[in-house]
């Protein structure tokens, strides 16, 4: 709708991931990452005061230093506008995300996906907090119902993305829940979107989840990109 994608097959990936204090966890993010895509960079967007930065330099990461912290979607549009690779993939510095899905993010882009989530939620995970998972089901009935878009789970931190479709939609980085509106965007504009089903694992670490204002930001998100609304303006809007 809004981008005329190239022919040519998307192949260079840049992992993408943002950590506040995540030194319990990121030498083994890193080196699980290491074993599925070899080579190809990584990127830690770090807001620390613990020695996260210091383990992911030693581990050959780039690691761009973001103090104070500025939140998650800005840590995460940073490390965005630093990557190089034709395919993003994005996962929490927590351990909780299962790198061995990373092929199969991947080929779907590949195969043509713009857009390819890892959704937690084909039944509630047992490390997920009812709360959390009730508030994620109601996330997706009011995605359906407000913008007509069916997911299961909008805050997924686990993504991929085609380079050139990340960069031809406007979305706002510095408010809570970018996850939400990076869905929301590219399906409201016509891009190739799917889901796949991961586990989701126990988090090393203390959680960072801001309940209250996520869930705000959530609702604004969506409405952000209601149904009816005309995307085609917005854009030209925020080329403008
Ligand atoms: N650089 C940076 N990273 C952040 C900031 N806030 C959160 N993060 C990281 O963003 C990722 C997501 O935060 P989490 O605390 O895991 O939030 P969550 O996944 O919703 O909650 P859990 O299920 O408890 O893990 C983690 O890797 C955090 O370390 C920030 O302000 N700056
Ligand atoms: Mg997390």
Known sequence: MIDKKSSKIPQSISIVTIAL???????????????????????VVDSSTDQTAEIAQELGCKVIKQIPPKGYGAA??????????DII????????????????????IQEGFDLVSASRLKHKPATMPLANYIANCVFAICE????????TDCHTGMRAYRREMLQSFPYEPYSQSLAVELYLGPARCGYKYTEIFI???????VSKLQPIAGTIGTFKRIWKWRRFKDVDS?????KA
Do not use: Q, W
């Open 21 to 43: 204090n995540e030194e319990k966890a990121i030498a083994k993010v890193v080196n699980d990452l290491r074993k599925v895509i070899g080579n190809a960079e990584i990127i």
């Open 76 to 85: 995460y549009h940073e490390g965005f506008s630093v990557s190089t690779g």
């Open 89 to 108: 993939i994005t996962l929490d510095c927590d351990d909780t995300y299962p790198v061995a899905a990373i092929p199969i993010l991947v080929k779907k």
């Open 144 to 151: 359906y119902l407000v913008c007509g878009i069916k997911t």
């Open 199 to 205: 586990d989701y694992t126990e988090r090393v670490g």
């Open 234 to 238: 917005m854009i030209e809007n925020a």
